[in-house]
């Protein structure tokens, strides 16, 4: 096992290899393996790739639980599709004893190498790299490679993660070349001392040597990465060669240890590497291989309920992350993998779990340079047989293994600071198995598992296998309840939620309560969103180029849209909930206290010097602003300073803060906004109007009393309504609303309605009843000309907000174009809260229609769809825009929540019985 990367000697595989699919292992006949590669049946695809999206005739399938084809484990379906990926290549010029090994970096599900029609070996890990030595196959000259990859097998059934079955060779495919006498695994400790303020740097190395003999050594050096300038002297240690001490002898290796280093830190926040140059040198001196190395100094630790790096408690601002492109699937590049990670930093997100596999090597050397916290998972998950396998001892060496060589391939990586041993996959002996190798092995980092807290209890359970209690969509009043435990002693392990806050459509209901939860209680450090990207993917037919979700490939049984469930779209854009992400995840918080301005800064490591500050205060009309000055709050601590403006409590009005990077980072160009908050002066506040008034025929129709919303997936399964009503999966609230005919039926045959209307003011009173508690929303709807294309207003944004996702919306003054319908599937969207006024504006005439309360805020959306037309709808393409403008005005409307997988909004944003009032005037 070695855990060097890929390095300047090594032979790239990659590129176009011929391409032929069977329907099963038993039919791939002798002669695909090195026979012509031109006859008929044979394609040409990439590699890295995925097949399933290259045109071949077998295509992706999607489940998030269920097997894709019936079981039980080990059995496997009679269509199996198999793909013979065939090559050829001409061996390096090398000397006679050097060694020469073909890495397979990932093939989905399993796959035997075949050189030169001799078999070589078979590898049954479908995200780790194999590793085959073939330095007595090779021949000099031309060489003939043939990998068989099979689609599904015993494996399969713990591969069964939520996300797309693909197949193929999705990872880079390239020969290592390596001398005879080498090193074969280099682990490096780098260790820093929070006390001391002092890094160490213990390598031990183990080597194969052709030459028993005393007098090897081993050397290492340390460079800073940046300068290459020697941080310290080499130090040497000697290789133990005596393996006739057999008692004592443990291996050919040795240990170089570099105490007492002048070096800085890593951490997420200061993500500073250095280079280790480890040699080998023969008795006589000479170096003989060499492994070059990227370190950080850091030491996690648990101490009672604290995750700590170097010695502070650190948040997790997390995502949840699979390997995903829209059009080559899992075969992600080192581009996409950046890509993600510039997205993520720019919205505040600083941790990310590789749900639920290890990603490419490359993934983590991004992660240590660019600074993000990272908890590695084990590729295992038994979901649809969840109990069924975790016990079994047919499967007790691959679950050992998988965790194992993820551990051994990427244990230098300073950004891992958690080992996963899974995900839904149970708790039984083959976890604990696991889990004891890695203590026993790497015990510098601690475990994650959250199975094991799951069936045993937060408080004491599954120990042997977590040192952390990491749930799955727990309720804010639960995660307070932990926090209790915490405070009072009962419990003493930190919570870092594994998924919390499901990403699926028009969701995230509820974020700033999490944060304001996990802000007030000690042992509560954050979590993970579940999840960073939705997984649309285009079919490998160019003439259909929309994004696909489960059953859109004919692939059956299904999941539908669930897969549509990230923070951004299959192809980055961000959804509008990421202002809440990037609010609820920033960096430093502001708020206004016994007249004066307080700072935190929440970072755990690094000052505010790259960020400059600026204050804006409006009444609605006027608006002056200033910079903030005197602001030097250390890590982790806060400050007050005078504020920058008497607040006008008579007049009223809004205090906005916010912060910008000072110069140009890795991820955003200088003035990029990091955070914001407000203080709100409670008082009405005006705006003049824009524009001329309107002439007639503005409103085409309305208003018209409105109960209905195209329900959020958070609601529930539009697609998968009968499913998900018998398997009760998902929010059933939306099947609750059909059973009433809220979707149907008038709202006046549901509800008492009352409308009052003299010239230019408008009051609506809805009188709510005890049987239609949860409706989702309250209020009236229009019909307006669609020459106004421009909305202002006085109110939340200026993005959509809702009411459990509006925190990091601000109060102001905003003007935008008519929204469009963000999501993969069509469902509610476009609303604004906390409204005073709006107008709908003509640009082209200058013309404004204005609505303005005349008693309590409203919210609004103007969108190109009813309601009815978004619901009917199961794809984005589906959708034509209606001959109006579809202005909606509520008195209240339904929370997001996250019912998709998680809670139901919390009880202050549902609709409760009783009467509602919406008042207000027209100008037109």
């Given at each position: 096992?070695?855990?060097?990367?890929?390095?300047?000697?090594?032979?790239?595989?990659?590129?176009?290899?011929?391409?032929?699919?069977?329907?099963?292992?038993?039919?791939?006949?002798?002669?695909?393996?090195?026979?012509?590669?031109?006859?008929?049946?044979?394609?040409?695809?990439?590699?890295?790739?995925?097949?399933?999206?290259?045109?071949?005739?077998?295509?992706?399938?999607?489940?998030?639980?269920?097997?894709?084809?019936?079981?039980?484990?080990?059995?496997?379906?009679?269509?199996n599709p198999t793909g013979?990926?065939?090559?050829?290549?001409?061996?390096?010029?090398?000397?006679?004893?050097?060694?020469?090994?073909?890495?397979?970096?990932?093939?989905?599900?399993?796959?035997?190498?075949?050189?030169?029609?001799?078999?070589?070996?078979?590898?049954?890990?479908?995200?780790?790299?194999?590793?085959?030595?073939?330095?007595?196959?090779?021949?000099?000259?031309?060489?003939?490679?043939?990998?068989?990859?099979?689609?599904?097998?015993?494996?399969?059934?713990?591969?069964?993660?939520?996300?797309?079955?693909?197949?193929?060779?999705?990872?880079?495919?390239?020969?290592?070349?390596?001398?005879?006498?080498?090193?074969?695994?280099?682990?490096?400790?780098?260790?820093?001392?929070?006390?001391?303020?002092?890094?160490?740097?213990?390598?031990?190395?183990?080597?194969?040597?052709?030459?028993?003999?005393?007098?090897?050594?081993?050397?290492?050096?340390?460079?800073?990465?940046?300068?290459?300038?020697?941080?310290?002297?080499?130090?040497?240690?000697?290789?133990?060669?005596?393996?006739?001490?057999?008692?004592?002898?443990?291996?050919?290796?040795?240990?170089?240890?570099?105490?007492?280093?002048?070096?800085?830190?890593?951490?997420?926040?200061?993500?500073?590497?250095?280079?280790?140059?480890?040699?080998?040198?023969?008795?006589?001196?000479d170096v003989v291989d060499t492994v070059t190395q990227r370190v950080g100094f850091r030491r996690v630790v648990i101490d009672g309920p604290d995750l700590l790096v170097n010695g502070q408690r650190v948040w997790i601002h997390g995502v949840n992350r699979h390997d995903h492109h829209p059009d080559r699937g899992t075969a992600v590049t080192v581009d996409d993998m950046r890509a993600d990670l510039v997205q993520m930093r720019r919205h505040n997100i600083t941790a990310i779990r590789t749900a639920h596999y290890p990603n490419r090597p490359e993934f983590l050397d991004l992660c240590d340079e660019l600074g993000f916290y990272v908890v590695d998972e084990a590729d295992i998950e038994s979901h649809a047989y969840n109990w069924h396998l975790c016990d079994r001892p047919e499967y007790r060496e691959a679950w050992v293994e998988r965790?194992?060589?993820?551990?051994?391939?990427?244990?230098?990586?300073?950004?891992?600071?958690?080992?996963?041993?899974?995900?839904?996959?149970?708790?039984?002996?083959?976890?604990?198995?696991?889990?004891?190798?890695?203590?026993?092995?790497?015990?510098?980092?601690?475990?994650?598992?959250?199975?094991?807290?799951?069936?045993?209890?937060?408080?004491?359970?599954?120990?042997?296998?977590?040192?952390?209690?990491?749930?799955?969509?727990?309720?804010?009043?639960?995660?307070?309840?932990?926090?209790?435990?915490?405070?009072?002693?009962?419990?003493?392990?930190?919570?870092?939620?594994?998924?919390?806050?499901?990403?699926?459509?028009?969701?995230?209901?509820?974020?700033?309560?999490?944060?304001?939860?996990?802000?007030?209680?000690?042992?509560?450090?954050?979590?993970?969103?579940?999840?960073?990207?939705?997984?649309?993917?285009?079919?490998?037919?160019?003439?259909?180029?929309?994004?696909?979700?489960?059953?859109?490939?004919?692939?059956?049984?299904?999941?539908?849209?669930?897969?549509?469930?990230?923070?951004?779209?299959?192809?980055?854009?961000?959804?509008?909930?990421?202002?809440?992400?990037?609010?609820?995840?920033?960096?430093?918080?502001?708020?206004?206290?016994d007249g004066h301005l307080f700072v935190e800064n929440r970072r755990s490591f690094a000052s505010l010097d790259d960020l400059y500050a600026r204050w804006v205060f409006t009444d609605g009309d006027t608006e002056i602003s200033g910079d903030l000055e005197g602001v030097d709050v250390p890590p982790g601590e806060y400050r007050s300073i005078p504020l920058p403006i008497a607040l006008p409590q008579d007049l009223g009005g809004v205090l906005t803060v916010r912060w910008y990077l000072r110069d140009a980072r890795w991820f955003a160009e200088a003035d990029h906004l990091v955070a914001w908050d407000q203080y709100i002066v409670e008082s009405p506040i005006d705006g003049r109007s824009t524009g001329a008034p309107v002439a007639d025929g503005a409103i085409v129709a309305g208003p018209m009393p409105q109960l209905w919303r195209a329900a959020v997936d958070n609601d529930g399964f539009k697609l998968m309504l009968e499913w998900a009503a018998a398997e009760s999966k998902g929010s059933q609230r939306l099947h609750k609303w059909l059973q009433q005919g809220i979707d149907s039926m008038a709202p006046t045959d549901l509800i008492e309605y009352d409308r009052e209307f003299q010239p230019g003011h408008e009051s609506h009173t809805f009188t709510i009843p005890n049987d239609l508690v949860g409706l989702p929303r309250v209020g009236v709807r229009y019909e307006i000309d669609p020459r106004f294309t421009r909305?202002?207003?006085?109110?939340?944004?200026?993005?959509?907000?809702?009411?459990?996702?509006?925190?990091?919306?601000?109060?102001?003054?905003?003007?935008?174009?008519?929204?469009?319908?963000?999501?993969?599937?069509?469902?509610?969207?476009?609303?604004?809260?906390d409204v005073r006024w709006v107008e709908l504006i003509d640009p082209a005439k200058g013309d404004r229609l204005r609505i303005e309360t005349s008693g309590e805020p409203f919210s609004f959306s103007a969108v190109r769809h009813t309601a009815e037309e978004l619901y009917n709808s199961s794809h984005e393409t589906e959708l034509t825009e209606h001959p109006h403008l579809i202005l909606s005005l509520d008195a209240a409307h339904r929370g997001l929540g996250n019912g998709a997988c998680g809670p139901e909004p919390h009880e202050e944003y549902e609709i409760g019985p009783g009467t509602y009032t919406l008042a207000y005037t027209i100008t037109r």
């Open positions: 096992m070695t855990t060097r990367g890929v390095e300047a000697s090594d032979i790239t595989l990659d590129g176009t290899w011929s391409f032929r699919l069977f329907d099963t292992p038993d039919d791939v006949p002798v002669d695909a393996l090195n026979g012509d590669t031109d006859a008929v049946g044979w394609h040409e695809v990439a590699v890295p790739g995925n097949w399933t999206l290259q045109g071949v005739g077998d295509l992706p399938h999607y489940t998030n639980i269920v097997m894709p084809f019936d079981g039980p484990p080990p059995i496997l379906p009679a269509r013979v990926y065939r090559r050829s290549f001409v061996a390096p010029e090398r000397a006679d004893s050097s060694c020469i090994r073909i890495c397979v970096g990932g093939a989905d599900s399993v796959h035997v190498v075949y050189l030169n029609g001799q078999f070589i070996g078979y590898g049954t890990d479908a995200r780790l790299d194999s590793v085959y030595d073939v330095t007595d196959q090779v021949r000099d000259g031309e060489n003939e490679l043939a990998i068989v990859v099979v689609r599904f097998s015993a494996h399969s059934y713990i591969e069964d993660q939520d996300a797309w079955w693909m197949a193929g060779l999705h990872r880079p495919v390239h020969l290592m070349i390596r001398p005879a006498d080498r090193l074969e695994d280099v682990r490096v400790e780098a260790d820093w001392d929070p006390t001391a303020g002092t890094g160490s740097l213990h390598v031990r190395a183990v080597a194969a040597l052709e030459r028993l003999e005393a007098g090897w050594s081993l050397r290492a050096t340390i460079r800073d990465a940046a300068t290459s300038v020697a941080v310290a002297h080499p130090a040497t240690a000697p290789v133990d060669v005596d393996h006739t001490t057999t008692y004592q002898f443990t291996d050919v290796g040795g240990t170089v240890s570099l105490d007492a280093l002048a070096v800085e830190p890593w951490s997420a926040e200061s993500p500073t590497l250095y280079t280790c140059v480890i040699d080998l040198l023969n008795p006589e001196g965790v194992a060589r993820m551990v051994q391939r990427d244990r230098n990586h300073p950004s891992v600071i958690i080992w996963s041993l899974g995900n839904e996959s149970g708790y039984g002996a083959n976890h604990d198995a696991a889990a004891a190798w890695v203590r026993r092995s790497e015990p510098t980092r601690p475990l994650h598992y959250e199975d094991a807290t799951r069936t045993q209890g937060w408080i004491d359970g599954g120990r042997q296998a977590t040192d952390v209690v990491c749930p799955m969509y727990p309720t804010v009043p639960e995660v307070a309840d932990y926090g209790r435990a915490v405070a009072d002693g009962r419990a003493d392990r930190p919570f870092i939620m594994c998924e919390y806050s499901h990403a699926m459509g028009n969701a995230n209901g509820s974020l700033a309560d999490y944060w304001d939860v996990i802000h007030s209680y000690p042992g509560l450090q954050g979590g993970f969103i579940w999840e960073w990207k939705d997984h649309g993917l285009r079919h490998p037919d160019a003439a259909d180029r929309r994004l696909h979700y489960g059953g859109m490939f004919g692939d059956n049984p299904h999941d539908g849209n669930f897969i549509a469930d990230g923070l951004v779209s299959s192809d980055l854009t961000p959804h509008p909930a990421m202002t809440e992400v990037s609010w609820v995840y920033r960096p430093v918080a502001t708020w206004v206290e909305m202002r207003w006085f109110g939340r944004g200026p993005g959509e907000n809702y009411a459990d996702r509006k925190r990091g919306s601000m109060i102001g003054l905003w003007e935008a174009g008519i929204d469009t319908q963000p999501y993969l599937v069509p469902q509610e969207y476009g609303l604004r809260t």
